[in-house]
């Protein structure tokens, strides 16, 4: 019963303390963030607090030391149940209105955010040494987002909910894991030595036959173009002469032939080629400074001189 009570006093005393208005300041500067404000606090007030952050961020873009909207954009995320994100923007809005003037709205924003601070989910990515020492030029990741080495081994506050670590290295095979984090707990993730990634050969086999396959391509269209002029020397739009054995059957079937040679082993090359780099990017992964590769297209091209086969790669 006495510890009730001592609820109930802290409660009233809140309840009953002044609070500095948090009205979104005039912006003459900026009618458009001011708009946006106005439109993400009718939101707040309709319960659609969704939109209404995401609106108030928005706003915070083109006016990034709005001390009231910042303040408006916490109590939303509070709204939301995220107090990792609304513990950020209180602190934001406390240096904001530290250097602004503000000592009230300061004084306010400090206020939320300690007594935020107990209820907050921590989370600590965990690296022991022998992964360090193992792994060159590890990197993680927590939700996609770059985690310093300062962070490493370091707890710090994360949003309910589900959050992916995933840890990448030089020549090693990526490693990823789940945790769910809740409010007013602390979890630990470790990351594991990484194995090493084996070694893949078939993209270089199958890049160089397709560089092979491309010189040969060019073997023929050179022949093709050396026929074709002698065509050319010895034949008018109605005839040809048979001077210096020039045969004009025979020189157009060594045309057919180069064409088809060129088009088929063109071709041929350059999916090959295509191949074989998909295949470097895709087991290259964990040291390339791009995410994940999502797709691949391999799209062939022709036009009167030739032909060619375009690749576009996508990553996460």
């Given at each position: 019963?006495?510890?009730r009570g ?7 005393a ?58 408006h ?12 994100s ?10 904001a ?42 990197r ?7 985690l ?33 984090a ?44 050396v ?90």
């Amino acid at each position: 019963m006495a510890l009730r009570g001592c609820i109930l006093v802290v409660a009233s005393a809140l309840t009953l303390a002044p609070r500095p208005s948090l009205a979104v300041e005039r912006l003459p500067t900026n009618a458009k963030a001011q708009a946006i404000f106005e439109e993400a606090r009718k939101l707040d007030e309709a319960g659609d607090f969704k939109t209404a952050c995401s609106m108030y961020e928005r706003a915070l873009v083109l006016e990034p030391n709005a001390v009231g909207g910042r303040l408006h954009l916490a109590r939303c995320f509070e709204r939301l149940d995220k107090l990792a994100s609304a513990a950020t923007q209180y602190e934001v809005a406390e240096h904001a209105a530290t250097s602004g003037g503000q000592p009230e709205r300061a004084s306010y924003a400090h206020k939320q955010l300690q007594a935020l601070a107990p209820r907050l989910a921590m989370l600590t990515v965990e690296v022991p040494r022998a992964v360090r020492e193992t792994a060159a030029d590890l990197r993680i990741t927590r939700d996609g987002q770059p985690l310093l080495e300062t962070a490493w081994d370091t707890s710090s506050p994360v949003d309910a909910g589900r959050h992916e670590v995933r840890a990448v290295a030089a020549g090693r095979v990526p490693w990823s894991g789940m945790v769910d984090a809740k409010n007013g707990e602390s979890i630990r993730v470790e990351i594991p030595s990484l194995a090493l990634r084996p070694t893949v050969v078939w993209p270089w086999v199958t890049g160089g036959v397709g560089v092979l396959m491309g010189a040969a391509a060019g073997v023929f269209a050179y022949d093709q173009s050396v026929t074709q002029a002698n065509v050319r020397s010895h034949c008018n739009p109605t005839s040809c002469d048979r001077d210096e054995g020039f045969d004009p059957s025979s020189a157009n079937a060594r045309l057919d032939r180069d064409f088809g040679l060129t088009l088929g082993l063109g071709i041929g090359g350059g999916l090959a080629i295509g191949a074989g780099i998909i295949g470097l990017v895709m087991s290259s992964e964990s040291s390339a400074p791009v995410g994940p590769l999502t797709s691949a297209r391999l799209t062939p091209w022709f036009g009167p001189g030739g032909a060619g086969l375009g690749a576009r790669l996508e990553f996460e």
